[in-house]
């Protein structure tokens, strides 16, 4: 899908859209929590149905209507997993990495595939995990086999790399008779997504704790408890919203709660920081913020951003595809080993298309400047992984958006 933008200013109020990454969680707690639960507010993008997919394939049932899903949960043990497919996780790195050791709960291989620009991201941590406890972990191109049964007991997880690799081992070894122990050696990167994972499970009832500031203790195989609950307002895709407001609009993005735990709630205070000229800013604990504060600083006086070497292992590598469609704008981007350095005196309109690189954050980070500069994009329909109704709502504030 192409859009076209032109120069214009956004007015109004809205309500942000509901937090995949809590959606993703709940969803999981109301699938190990015996009994109904009903989640509201979820969101209808791809990543949320990509898990919505795997609880169906381990056989949980559920129901929607509208925003509202109700799931009829079940202990997931050893006993009660032998799906008859492949879980299927489209493009969704959390459902991946969230339902691998779920899968290992289970005596029988289970395979999980997915999109080939999925299954190239790195599973090493995994693979690790598993030829240490001498569980089946075989990767090929159409997808992960994994043979369990895994085992309460103590492991270890490295802090530097994505925290979906310790969120789904909590889930995971709640559903286990026993207690386990989860080490995670620091730095912990991201440690506000390991926060969102505890408060869901706790919210259900597992019993988890911080043994220490670098070790998770998990009292395992007690039921959950099912009950109804809502997902809250997601800050990282409220960022795109109020951006606009940078660039003379007047949004009022409605819905966020002030005590969240996200840790893309920074991004207002970031966003400040890049009113001055040229900030530092690490990127380790918000890098879903990213491609919209490298947009944001493009337009404005520059940055450095530090820490950004996991962005390369995003749905596209963030640093490169985010480089090169700002000097489209006419920035200078330097891309280095762990950080970006982006040089700029003022946008000018692209004269060729912006690349979506099939990358919700890119498309969005994009089209934010070009409300200033006007222009197009290509691909456009990636944002339907995370936000199927961006465009819709950048039209009802009154930005001039049009399908090509």
């Given amino acids: 899908m192409k859009i076209e933008i032109s120069p214009s200013k956004a007015k109004g109020s809205g309500n942000a859209p509901a937090s995949k990454s809590m959606a993703h969680r709940l969803l999981i707690c109301a699938a190990m929590a015996e009994g109904k639960s009903v989640v509201s507010g979820v969101s209808d993008c791809q990543d949320v149905s990509a898990t919505l997919d795997c609880l169906s394939a381990l056989g949980v049932e559920y129901s929607k209507n509208g925003e509202e899903i109700t799931v009829r949960g079940k202990h997931l043990g050893e006993e009660s997993l032998s799906p008859a497919m492949p879980l299927m996780c489209r493009e969704s790195g959390s459902t991946l990495r969230f339902f691998l050791p779920i899968a290992l709960l289970s005596k029988d291989r289970i395979t999980l595939e997915g999109a080939p620009s999925l299954l190239k991201r790195p599973m090493t941590v995994y693979e690790e995990l598993c030829k240490q406890n001498g569980l089946l972990f075989l990767q090929e191109e159409s997808g992960i086999t994994v043979q369990g049964p895994l085992q309460s007991g103590t492991y270890e997880i490295p802090g530097n790399v994505s925290s979906q690799f310790i969120t789904g081992m909590l889930f995971a070894l709640t559903q286990i008779k026993g207690e386990s122990l989860l080490r995670i050696t620091p730095p912990i990167e991201s440690r506000s997504y390991i926060l969102l994972t505890l408060a869901a499970l706790r919210e259900f009832g597992a019993d988890v704790s911080w043994e220490n500031d670098t070790t998770l203790r998990v009292r395992g195989g007690k039921s959950l408890t099912a009950h109804a609950t809502r997902v809250e307002g997601d800050y990282s895709n409220a960022a795109f919203l109020e951006a606009l407001n940078l660039f ?20 207002r ?4 920081a890049l009113e001055e000229k040229e900030p530092v800013i690490s990127l380790a604990d918000c890098p879903d913020l990213a491609p919209i504060l490298f947009a944001v600083s ?3 006086h520059g940055g450095i951003f530090t820490d950004t070497k996991r962005l390369k292992i995003k749905e596209s590598d963030r640093t490169e595809t985010m480089a090169e469609e700002l000097r489209k704008f006419g920035a200078a981007v330097t891309v280095k080993e762990n950080s970006v350095e982006i040089r700029t005196s003022g946008l000018n309109a692209p004269k060729e298309p912006i690349n979506g690189h099939n990358d919700h954050r890119i498309v969005m980070s994009n089209a934010v400047l070009l409300t200033l500069t006007g222009g197009s994009i290509e691909g456009a329909e990636a944002v339907s992984k995370s936000y199927p109704a961006f465009f819709s709502h950048l039209k009802e504030l009154g930005i001039a958006v049009k399908e090509l």
């Fill in 269 to 272: 205070s970031l966003f400040a």
């Fill in 298 to 300: 493009a337009a404005k």
């Fill in 248 to 267: 003379g609009g007047e949004v009022d993005v409605l819905g966020l709660r002030a005590d969240s735990l996200q840790g893309d709630r920074v991004y």
